[in-house]
């Protein structure tokens, strides 16, 4: 009798897996149990749905990328634009200090130039900065006008500092860093550092930009007073109890800069963005847009 029933189940399950197929369902059953979709993520590790991303949805989470590992990650290196050289980034980070106070960071992307950003600084009215290399070398040095250096129509939320010397162990002398030569899209991979002044060392995660809506949503910014629409947002998967003053930290893809960090990391408390002003190099990002209209041939369509 017990045999009977046996098969009796096996061939019953024979016939619904056969009739599931055919209708392109997906059940699963427990033993002496009806039939039921299982979809939970807790008892089917392996289901996994997908969900369209749309560039207008605020709320939208990053769509799934097998090849990025986002979380902790290795510090960024930069490439330098002459020579092609690879520089770790705590070789070009700076600590900025006025009166003897430190007040945030910035990066140097020529042999003497750093950048940093207006958010920096509450006394405009004092051109005159310090600032110590990451061999707590001292360095001295002045605001200027952008269009006084190659940065010529960067974001007027970007400063420029124009060193008095040269640092004796500059990885850049004769040569700068590369800026990113065109715009960001939404939900690229991005590496966020920061570097910890406790340790002497940069903290590093793999993230994504989000759109600008997210940021103005976190912050509760509808008027985009804070969030313009300039600047990059950035999804900070490390959520801290206080807003950590990393003003001046860059953001890096492609082993180029392409922001620096205004507001903070986490800045309000528990946001879970960052605001990043665009870094881009102008003459680049020039003979990319003409290099543009000279593949689709626009001025044929327009003739």
């Known amino acids: 009798m017990l045999r009977l029933l046996c098969i009796i ?3 019953l399950l ?3 897996a056969i009739e599931s197929e055919s209708k392109n369902t997906h059940l699963h059953r427990y033993m002496l149990d009806s039939y039921k979709a299982q979809h939970n993520p807790k008892t089917q590790m392996d289901y996994k749905r997908r969900r369209t991303v749309s560039r207008d949805d605020p709320t939208a989470s990053a769509p799934n990328n097998n090849t990025v590992e986002y979380g902790h990650s290795k510090e960024p290196i930069l490439t330098l634009t002459k020579s092609d050289r690879k520089v770790p980034l705590h070789e070009l980070m700076v600590r900025i200090y006025q009166q003897n106070k430190y007040i945030c960071m910035g990066t140097l992307i020529s042999e003497m130039l750093v950048i940093t950003a207006s958010t920096c600084f509450d006394d405009d009215n004092n051109d005159v900065v310090t600032m110590k290399m990451f061999d707590d070398e001292a360095l001295d ?19 420029a500092i124009q060193l008095t010397n040269s640092p004796k162990n500059s990885q850049v002398t004769g040569d700068t860093v590369k800026l990113c030569d065109s715009e960001l899209e939404i939900y690229e991979p991005i590496d966020l550092p920061l570097w910890i002044r406790s340790r002497h060392s940069i903290h590093s995660q793999t993230t994504y930009t989000i ?10 910014d509808p008027e985009a007073v804070i969030a313009t629409d300039t600047m990059i947002c950035v999804k900070n998967m490390k959520y801290t109890a206080q807003c950590q003053m990393a003003i001046g930290n860059p953001l890096v893809h492609d082993e ?3 922001g620096i960090n205004v507001a903070g990391h ?21 003979i990319m847009g003409l290099k543009m209209i000279k593949d689709y041939r626009i001025e044929d369509t327009v003739l």
């Open 211 to 220: 759109p600008i809506q997210a940021c103005r949503l976190r912050m509760r």
């Open 141 to 159: 040095g002045k605001k200027v006008a952008l269009n006084q250096t190659y940065l010529k129509g960067a974001d007027p939320m970007l400063v």
């Open 14 to 16: 024979a016939f619904l």
């Open 256 to 258: 180029r800069i392409c």
């Open 266 to 286: 986490n800045c309000p408390t528990f946001t879970g963005v960052n605001l990043y002003i665009r870094v881009y190099d102008a003459l680049a990002f020039s």
């Open 9 to 11: 189940q096996i061939l």
